[in-house]
């Protein structure tokens, strides 16, 4: 069994004791959040860094700010993608996925794993979440306005006919919102015993992964996914990675639809997932419209080497 290499991550108690290296770029988008605020610290004391911040995010395009311009780029387009990157002409990059959404970051990474000799994802965890002031069943904390519904995330749209459904296997990567879950098997309709579920373990606090049971306990208990439940460190997208493919060891020839309604960082591991296993894999997202201050605080930073992740990946296949 694989486990969680420590040379893919580096963990530091708090942004002020990190900087990008020079030479390099750096992706961020601003939110209400104040953990997405955090290169603040740090930004005018670094050198030769092209700071690239996303300043609108819209559901096909974002806007992108540079020092010298700001500009309108098409998520669905990868040549436009790849042509805005590649005219910065600088062989590293950080992705930080902190403020961005998944369908802003997703097809971003996507674009610099061809691109970049270094690539590297940065994530700040908060210090806490906001509680709920009138918590319902599954909704224990007040993150999320509503659901938008499922569509691909740009980049990421499976053009492969579905296949016979006693061969698809359905893995979401469970946070604390149980009505996005529920939400989820209804639209899927996958079997009870085709539900894998993940759930974050160790947690960013001790306590987390019993709100996730907690939180999701109606939908485990009716489909009796509970049964399946697994388990991934839930600031480590590489043990993600790794518990993707035990589950898919265990039901070879399957075909796993993976909603990464979890941590981002496990987000990021199933999006690895998938550019590594494109033909057996599909990504089943609910784009939920934030709530503008569900987190406070600043805890740890979180650097991943995404690059080095999958030069390993490809030297062991």
């Known amino acids: 069994m694989k486990i969680c290499d420590p040379l893919f991550t580096k963990t530091y108690k708090n942004a002020n004791e990190f900087s990008p290296n020079p030479g390099s770029i750096y992706i961020l988008g601003d939110s209400p959040e104040q953990r997405s605020a955090h290169y ?38 990868i040549d436009q993608l790849k042509n805005f990157l590649e005219k910065f002409n600088r062989d590293s990059i950080y992705l930080d996925i902190t403020g961005l959404a998944h369908h802003i970051w997703a097809p971003l990474l996507k674009a610099s794993l061809s691109m970049f000799k270094h690539l590297m994802a940065v994530y700040v965890e908060p210090a806490s979440y906001r509680f709920s002031s009138t918590p319902k069943e599954g909704e224990i904390f007040d993150l999320s306005e509503r659901i938008s519904g499922i569509s691909p995330i740009p980049g990421f ?50 306590e987390y992964p019993f709100f996730s049971y907690h939180g999701n306990q109606l939908p485990l208990l009716r489909t009796h996914a509970w049964k399946n439940v697994r388990y991934a460190i839930a600031n480590c997208p590489f043990s993600l990675f790794y518990t993707l493919e035990i589950i898919a060891s265990e039901i070879p020839d399957n075909f796993i639809k993976i909603a990464p309604i979890g941590t981002k960082p496990h987000a990021l591991g199933a999006i690895l997932y998938s550019l590594e296993n494109p033909d057996s894999v599909e990504l089943v997202y609910d784009h939920p419209i934030r709530k503008k201050e569900r987190t406070e605080g600043i805890d740890r930073l979180l650097v991943y080497n995404i690059s080095s992740f999958i030069a390993r990946s490809q030297e062991q296949l």
Request: proline share 9%.
């Open 40 to 77: 603040k610290y740090w930004m005018s004391t670094v050198s030769d860094v092209e700071f690239i911040n996303i300043i609108k995010q819209d559901t096909s395009y974002f806007d992108a700010q540079t020092k010298d311009s700001e500009e309108h780029i098409n998520l669905r387009s």
């Open 157 to 206: 749209i499976s053009l492969k006919d579905p296949p016979d459904e006693e061969k698809v296997c359905f893995v979401p990567l469970l946070g604390f919102e149980g009505a996005r879950l529920a939400y989820l098997i209804e639209q899927v309709q996958p079997p009870g015993e085709k539900i894998w579920p993940i759930i974050g373990v160790p947690g960013f606090r001790p």
